[in-house]
C-alpha cells in the first residue's frame, strides 16, 4: 500500500472513533480522497428509530457532494471491530453513482482488503 492511502485509511480510522453507534456497537468510519489531494471523511450516526441511521461510506460522499465536490479518487473503510466487512449494498449503490471506477480499501486491525466498485457491484442500475 502507498503512503496516500496508508494515510486515507489512517484517517477513516480516526472519525471512525467519532461514529455515533450505541445501537450496533459497530463504529465505523470512511475517508475519500478527492483529485487534489483533500481527504473527506465520515463515520456511521446510528438512531433509535434505526433505519434512520446513515453508514460512514454514506456520510462521507454526501460531504463531499455538499462541498460541491464529486472528483473522488479512492474511499477507505475502517472498521473498530474484530468482524471486517466490505460497504453495505446501500453504500455499493451511492459509491457507484459518484465514482464508479475508485480503488476501495477496508481495514480493521487485523486485516487490510482492496477491491474495486466493478467487484462489489457488477452489473450496477445506473440511468
Ligand atoms: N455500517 C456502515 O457504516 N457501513 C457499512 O457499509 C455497513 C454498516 C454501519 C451501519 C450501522 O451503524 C452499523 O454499521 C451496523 O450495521
Do not use: H
Request: net charge negative; charged share 25%; glycine share 6%.
Amino acid at each position: 500500500m502507498n503512503k496516500d492511502m496508508q494515510e486515507l485509511l489512517d484517517e477513516a480510522r480516526d472519525v471512525a472513533s467519532k461514529a455515533y453507534a450505541p445501537y450496533s456497537g459497530f463504529k465505523v468510519g470512511s475517508a475519500l480522497r478527492l483529485s487534489d489531494g483533500k481527504i473527506i471523511s465520515g463515520c456511521n450516526v446510528e438512531n433509535a428509530s434505526y433505519s434512520l441511521s446513515i453508514c460512514a461510506e454514506r456520510s462521507a460522499i454526501f460531504k463531499a457532494i455538499s462541498e460541491g465536490r464529486k472528483d473522488i479518487t479512492a474511499l477507505a473503510i475502517w472498521v473498530d471491530s474484530d468482524k471486517i466487512f466490505p460497504p453495505c449494498g446501500a453504500c455499493r449503490q451511492v459509491i457507484y453513482e459518484f465514482a464508479p471506477e475508485i480503488p476501495i480499501w477496508y481495514a480493521n486491525e487485523n486485516e487490510t482488503v482492496k477491491t474495486t466498485m466493478q467487484e462489489l457491484l457488477p452489473g450496477a442500475f445506473m440511468l
